[in-house]
Antibody
Framework: QVQLVESGGGLVKPGGSLRLSCAAS????????MSWIRQAPGKGLEWVSY????????YYADSVKGRFTISRDNAKNSLYLQMNSLRAEDTAVYYC?????????????WGQGTLVTVSS | EIVLTQSPGTLSLSPGERATLSCRAS???????LAWYQQKPGQAPRLLIY???SRATGIPDRFSGSGSGTDFTLTISRLEPEDFAVYYC???????????FGQGTKVEIK
């Protein structure tokens, strides 16, 4: 069955960096578009970044542009999010989510999330 | 940027009752690009509806979606105990590509 498992979250000071990973299994990872979506404590969902199946097309939300970098390694069935210059408002659970080829407009599978806390 | 406004914020209903959730967009949204998700406490969101009215794999037929333009609706025909959760609508905008969520509607047990 489809499984997405995030890791790499934790406590980091403002201005610090963190790298999140998402390990995929149960489907042909290289065929799927992938995204990161976050949820601040007690709040709603916010899309963060998207990467195409080949990695050639990438988009970011304005709130993270220039600070976060999304990447993927299809040989390792893995998705990454490098987060630099972290701010308190980046505190959230970060989910990786997949979108089937031809259906980039919605997210069909989600991981369980990893918590990032930015605090001094 | 399209803003999605969900109403009501909280819906208090009893099992067996019908739930009607609204999602209103600030500009017209293609029906193909409107989805609904369910999220239970401590869990990841789960896709329920895509393309405004198509049920995702494994979703019971008591869940249905409808609407077009700026007004979309998620209906749960008869609430089961496991349906009490928060529901989010989401739209995809292509220029530039962005994915936007509504603020959510909580369906709670009355």
């Amino acid at each position: 069955q489809v499984q997405l498992v995030e890791s790499g979250g934790g406590l980091v000071k403002p201005g610090g960096s963190l790298r999140l990973s998402c390990a995929a299994s149960g489907f042909t990872f290289s065929d799927y578009y992938m995204s990161w979506i976050r949820q601040a404590p007690g709040k709603g969902l916010e899309w963060v970044s998207y990467i195409s199946s080949s990695g050639s097309t990438i988009y970011y939300a304005d709130s993270v542009k220039g600070r976060f970098t999304i990447s993927r390694d299809n040989a390792k069935n893995s998705l990454y999010l490098q987060m630099n210059s972290l701010r308190a408002e980046d505190t959230a659970v970060y989910y990786c989510a997949s979108s089937a080829a031809g259906s980039l407009n919605y997210f069909d599978y989600w991981g369980q999330g990893t918590l990032v806390t930015v605090s001094s | 940027e399209i803003v999605l406004t969900q109403s009501p914020g909280t819906l208090s209903l009893s099992p067996g009752e019908r739930a009607t959730l609204s999602c209103r967009a600030s500009q017209s949204v293609s029906s193909s690009y409107l989805a609904w998700y369910q999220q239970k406490p401590g869990q990841a969101p789960r896709l329920l509806i895509y393309g405004a009215s198509s049920r995702a794999t494994g979703i019971p037929d008591r869940f249905s979606g409808s609407g077009s333009g700026t007004d979309f609706t998620l209906t749960i025909s008869r609430l089961e105990p496991e349906d009490f959760a928060v529901y989010y609508c989401q739209q995809y905008g292509s220029s530039p590509p962005t994915w936007t969520f509504g603020q959510g509607t909580k369906v709670e047990i009355k």
